[in-house]
């Protein structure tokens, strides 16, 4: 009887031995198959969460530049009110913007959004407990934007593995920006005498100047050759910036400039802006266009606003036409059209200071009082000579074309900067630093 019982056991018997591990060969695989989707579906939430985190970080990060942007606009040093107008246009600006898909306002806290410091790297506080020096000496603002209870989609699935808790998430974002300036401002080696840039000057007159006799009692006429860096410099250093883009470390209102005197050896770099090359000044940058400006009939007998005529000149990179037309006698190797578009850029657009230049007459600088906006007509006589005139246009005398102040916003001379500090560098813009 036992031994009936033992043969007939489940147990012994093969079919229902394999049903059993079937059995739980099955509940293992569900088992793996849960964790598995568990995982699939971790991995695609956190893909989706973290896309969602990006997209509110991007505008975030939108709102805290343009915040900044409009809070470092203000930070002049001329007003002792200046934070409390830089916090204001940071935070309006800032308020405007929207996160979370443009379906949230940006928030924004008094005293903390917006903060300032001296420097880039800088102690950056908040615009209350300042002394009004402290203020004025404020030149970064800084603007720190915040979302929180940021709620996820997916990736929360994976606290129901033990020790993981994810729960809603929080983006930061920040923007440091100051005063720069916008173009590199840089002038012409000649200073313009106050008494011919009067505020009835029109715009178009051309001055006369000469080109430098020994004799400082003798200077004549509308403008002069001018050294930025007196006692040093002298005809090398002018023939330098002249072969350059210009004297681009510019001086503020109220220094002193100098008169170097006689510079009329300057005809070889003065006319490669013109695209007339000697072999001293092979490579420099010429205008797009060479054509030039006398008083012969030839050229342009008016004698006032060629300026309007040089821009179609310039669209077509026309040449210098030639001394026979001009009246000078520039003695050099002419570009082409093709080589002045090729190689030509803004050469005869430049600011140069104005100066009481009858400070000349006893002392060897004078103040700059402002700046202008000229356009340099014409080349110069490489030695004495030319065709026209009594005297001759490049010989003893030369003209530019006053196109107005180089601070007024209709001035072509815009796009080459305006000293707007030491070092010159041009307009003050708010620009993005950190």
């Known amino acids: 009887m036992n031994r009936l019982m033992l043969m007939t056991s489940p147990r012994s ?25 568990t995982v699939m579906v971790a991995f695609v939430g956190l893909a989706l969460d973290l896309g969602k985190l990006y997209v509110v ?14 809070a470092a606009q203000a930070l002049t040093g001329a007003n002792g009110q200046q934070l409390a107008i830089s916090e204001a246009a940071g935070l309006a600006v800032a308020a405007r913007h929207k996160v979370l898909f443009q379906a949230h306002p940006v928030t924004t806290q008094a005293n903390h959004s917006v903060e300032f410091s001296g420097a880039i790297n800088g102690d950056y506080k908040g615009k209350n407990g300042l002394s009004v020096n402290e203020a004025l000496g404020m030149r970064f603002a800084r603007c720190t934007l915040s979302l929180a209870e ?50 009835a000057t029109p715009i178009g007159t051309w001055l006369e100047g000469t080109l430098g006799p020994t004799n400082l009692q003798d200077l004549t ?18 023939a330098e910036i002249l072969k350059g883009d210009g004297a681009c470390d510019l001086p503020t209102v109220g220094t002193q400039v100098g008169q170097p005197g006689n510079v009329a050896s300057l005809a070889n770099e003065w006319n490669s802006r013109f695209g007339i090359y000697q072999a001293n000044v092979i490579g420099v940058a010429p205008d797009r266009s060479g054509f030039a400006y006398t008083e012969v009939a030839e050229s342009w007998p008016q004698k006032f606003n060629a300026f309007a005529d040089f821009s179609s000149k310039r669209s077509n990179s026309t040449p210098y036409q030639g001394d026979a037309l001009t009246g000078l006698n520039t003695r050099g190797t002419l570009m082409t059209a093709a080589e002045l578009n090729q190689n030509g850029r803004d050469r005869r657009l430049m600011v140069a200071p104005v100066v009481q230049c009858e400070d000349f007459e006893t002392s060897q600088t004078a103040p700059v009082v402002s700046w202008a906006c000229v356009f340099l007509l014409h080349p110069i006589n490489n030695s004495s000579g030319g065709n026209h005139g009594t005297p001759a246009t490049g010989a003893t005398r030369m003209y530019l074309e006053y196109r107005g102040s180089a601070g007024d916003l209709a001035s072509p001379c815009v796009s080459n900067g305006l000293p707007g500090a030491s070092s010159g560098n041009g307009p003050l813009v708010t620009a993005l630093v950190k």
């Open 13 to 37: 018997n093969p079919a229902c031995a394999g049903a059993s591990r079937r059995r739980r060969q099955r509940g293992v695989v569900a088992i793996l198959v849960g964790l598995s989707m």
């Open 57 to 70: 970080k991007t505008e975030l990060q939108n709102s805290a530049d343009a915040c900044a942007l409009a």
């Open 150 to 199: 940021i709620d996820t989609w997916f990736i929360q699935v994976l606290n129901v593995l033990p020790g993981i808790h994810i729960g809603q998430q929080q983006v930061n974002a920040q923007a440091v920006a100051t005063l720069q300036g916008g173009q590199s401002a840089c002038a012409v080696p000649v200073a313009v005498c106050t008494d011919a840039v009067t505020l």
């Open 221 to 238: 006429g509308s403008f002069k050759w001018v050294d930025f860096t007196p006692p040093n410099g002298g005809a090398k250093e002018l």
